[in-house]
């Protein structure tokens, strides 16, 4: 069955330090991931992507994921969190029918000054 | 107008009324979605269109009634809602079907 699990309802990092973000999937085939991110009342910003190529990708706002084939695993990371950075996280995965994307239930981020 | 814009931001309707969201693209994109997101819930998928077609239901009541004039607007048509029904409902378009997307503000839909 096509998921994405992301195991953390909430990460809490102080500002300066590295974030984690967690992500694992499980999708036949080569998957196309993404993440996205949530600001209260707004829509979903596209973050960045991962569909083939270098395993660590970057993105947005300083934003990069690692890909893990071994290990399904997506994980969003930044060197240095900001408070700016608080919001919601979603991961995704392309579904075996190539026309949605599956996202996972979302992470909140909280960065504490 | 940039992006990807949802008209109205807020509805407040009764469950025997009938109204229409309307979600406008400006990227050139040729696939469209309307997704319902509610509290402490995931992401919920409800239509996908690709060049004006519809490729996806995903098992969503008849109460809700998209339509796809051209590629650039999408509309989701509610009559006779219910109060669980009451959620963010966003729009996002992508440049094909199961690539990134991206996403309007939302409606926040509020049925009493």
């Known amino acids: 069955a096509q998921s994405v699990a992301q195991p953390e309802d909430q990460v809490n990092v102080a500002e300066g330090n590295p974030l984690t973000v967690k992500c694992t999937y499980s999708?036949?085939?080569?998957?196309?991931l993404f993440w996205y991110v949530q600001y209260p009342n707004r829509g979903l910003q596209f973050l960045l992507k991962?569909?083939?190529?270098?395993?660590l990708v970057k993105g947005s706002y300083g934003f990069e994921a690692e890909f893990n084939k071994s290990q399904t695993s997506f994980h969003l990371k930044k060197p240095s969190a900001l408070v700016s950075d608080s919001a919601l996280y979603f991961c995704?995965?392309?579904?075996?029918?190539?026309?949605?994307?599956?996202f996972g239930k979302g992470t909140t981020l909280s960065v504490s000054s | 107008e940039t992006g990807v814009t949802q008209t109205p931001r807020h509805l407040v309707m009764g469950m025997t009324n009938k109204k229409s969201l309307k979600c406008e693209q400006h990227?050139?994109?040729?696939?469209m979605y309307w997704y319902k997101q509610s509290a402490k819930k995931p992401l919920e998928l409800m239509f996908v269109?690709?060049?004006?077609?519809?490729?996806e239901n995903n098992s969503v009541p008849s109460r809700f009634s998209p339509e796809c004039p051209n590629s650039s607007h999408l509309f989701l048509h509610l009559h006779t809602l219910q109060p669980e029904d009451s959620a963010l409902y966003l729009c996002?378009?992508?440049?094909?079907?199961?690539?990134?997307?991206?996403f309007g503000p939302g409606t926040r839909l509020t049925v009493t």
């Open positions: 996002a378009s992508s440049q094909e079907a199961g690539y990134e997307q991206y």
């Open positions: 999708v036949s085939g080569n998957p196309y």
């Open positions: 991962y569909i083939t190529g270098d395993n």
């Open positions: 995704a995965v392309r579904d075996q029918t190539g026309t949605a994307l599956i």
């Open positions: 990227l050139g994109h040729n696939a």
């Open positions: 269109y690709s060049l004006e077609e519809r490729v």
